[in-house]
């Protein structure tokens, strides 16, 4: 579904990507494992055309994206759940939900993805007149995925989407994500929990300064012992 190449992305001078590739396969969950600075947010703000990459291509279903205009890429199906929960905070959560809603392609099926997003986060229900900044980090964290299910995505990228959140939390927001995988939705995983994320994964790769260093099931890199030396604490 999502094919990256020899992808080079930099901030200036300072080069964040270095030579990535990675396969992404429908209805699986990929994750990407690194340490801070890595590269990871980069890689995924580079799929969603927030950064140009300096080189290198990206597939969407065949389609080569790279360098394209966030708003077309989040139209042709990719979401992303950014660090960091980056909800509108002085817009109640209904007009938050109506933002996610507001592309093309998901504008037809609009109420009933809402009614979906609702279903799925009975929360989110109970506070749509709420301003979303008066909402507990984990309700926050809930609306930006519902909001990014508004788009109608194919694919959904989440960065650190349990990062500062409560233990409790935590397992919710992975369950969720989970969940959507399970009814069919593509994922590409960022998280803190590494070995979470590789029980979930398909399959995984491992960043370092910018460069993928190893990949293989997620079940190869659970047991691999430099994955469980550097990110598992084994
Ligand atoms: N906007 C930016 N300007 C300059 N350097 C950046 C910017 N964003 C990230 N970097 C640098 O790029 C590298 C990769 O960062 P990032 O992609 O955020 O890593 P990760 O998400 O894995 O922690 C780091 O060295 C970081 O300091
Ligand atoms: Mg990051």
Redesign the pocket.
């Known amino acids: 579904m999502l094919k990256v190449s020899g992808l080079d992305v930099f901030?200036g001078d300072?080069q964040?990507l270095d030579g990535v590739s990675l396969e992404v396969a429908e209805g699986s969950i990929v994750a990407i494992v690194?340490a801070?600075?890595?590269?990871?947010?980069?890689l995924i703000r580079t799929i969603a055309g927030i950064n140009r990459p300096a080189r290198g291509q990206i597939h969407f279903r065949g389609l080569d994206i790279a360098g394209a205009p966030s708003y077309k890429v989040c139209d042709l199906g990719i979401g992303q759940v950014a660090e960091g929960r980056q909800v509108f905070p002085t817009l109640s959560v209904s007009e938050n939900l109506d933002m996610g809603a507001m592309l093309p392609r998901a504008r037809a099926t609009r109420e009933r993805n809402r009614e979906r997003v609702l279903d799925l986060f009975p929360r989110l229900r109970e506070r749509l007149s709420q301003a979303a900044g008066t909402l507990s980090g984990g309700e926050q964290q809930m609306l930006a995925i519902g909001r990014c299910l508004m788009g109608a995505p194919e694919l959904v990228m989440f960065d650190e989407p349990s990062l500062g959140l409560a233990p409790t939390v935590v397992q919710q927001v992975l369950a969720t994500i989970r969940d959507l995988n399970r009814e069919g939705l593509t994922c590409v995983l960022v998280e803190q929990n590494v070995a979470v994320s590789l029980r979930l994964a398909a399959r995984a790769y491992v960043?370092e300064n910018g460069r993928v260093t190893l990949s293989g099931t997620g079940k190869e890199l659970l047991a691999d012992d430099r994955v469980r030396q550097a990110y598992l604490g084994m």
């Open positions: 901030y300072a964040a690194g801070n600075g890595a590269g990871k947010t980069s960043l």
